[in-house]
């Protein structure tokens, strides 16, 4: 089936406490990116990546890191998390050339 | 990005159709206007897309005005599982967009048995 996964759906963790949401997909798609979820501010895009090791910054970048070392996967890093991450995040890819995005289900993260 | 409105909530039955509006007045002419939707505990889910002709998928039709400013997503026979937050996107076909899709509030569907 094809599909995006992310882990874990939920975490809640300390400030300061490195962590790392990881995201795959078994579709060979390019590109792929991170989105918040927060309400009344709507889906806005952390980061995104064109293909393997090519990565750029969306919206709202700051305190996160990513990385795309496989095609598959495309993990976003919390160095140092802090309570304004607090929040549900979704991890996307699409086929280059395709309009249609497919989402993950989702990671519900709270930073205390 | 060119923004879109549409009404916050909308209320239909069961087996009835649904014509979900957006208004999008500063659309440009490369701006293909798409459609999400996102379930209850979900992430979004493409739904359709179109640039300036109707056009017609296995769930549902966009209808898009002769001037563009406008578009009306139409659910032919709404069940239970349409309920969701339906979501109308412009993204820019050029430009350095690099297919980033800019959700704004979108409209909350409620389906009635």
């Known amino acids: 089936e094809a599909q995006v996964t992310q882990n874990p759906r939920y975490l809640i963790t300390v400030t300061g406490k490195k962590l790392t949401v990881t995201c795959s997909q078994n579709?060979?798609?390019?590109?792929m990116s991170w989105y918040r979820q927060d309400p009344g501010l709507g889906l806005r895009q952390i980061y995104y990546?064109?293909?393997?090791?090519?990565?750029d910054k969306g919206d709202v970048p700051e305190g996160y890191k990513v990385s795309r070392k496989e095609k598959r996967n495309f993990p976003l890093i919390l160095e140092s998390p802090s309570p304004n991450q607090t929040s549900l995040y979704f991890c996307?890819?699409?086929?280059?050339?395709?309009?249609?995005?497919?989402f993950g289900p989702g990671t519900r993260l709270t930073v205390t | 990005d060119a923004k879109t409105t549409q009404p916050n909530s909308m209320e239909s039955n069961e087996e009835e159709p649904v014509h979900l509006p957006c208004n999008h007045s500063t659309i440009s002419g490369t701006d293909y206007i798409h459609w999400y939707r996102q379930l209850p505990s979900q992430g979004p889910e493409y739904v359709i897309h179109?640039?300036?002709s109707n056009v017609n998928n296995r769930m549902a039709s966009l209808a898009i005005a002769e001037d563009r400013k406008s578009s009306t997503l139409i659910l032919h026979r709404a069940t239970l599982r349409d309920a969701a937050v339906y979501y109308c996107?412009?993204?820019?076909?050029?430009?350095?967009?690099?297919?980033?899709?800019?959700f704004g509030q979108g409209t909350i569907l409620t389906v009635h048995p």
């Open positions: 179109g640039l300036t």
């Open positions: 996107i412009l993204r820019d076909a050029g430009g350095t967009s690099y297919g980033k899709l800019t």
């Open positions: 990546s064109m293909n393997v090791e090519v990565t």
């Open positions: 996307a890819s699409r086929r280059q050339g395709s309009y249609e995005q497919y």
């Open positions: 579709m060979n798609h390019e590109y």
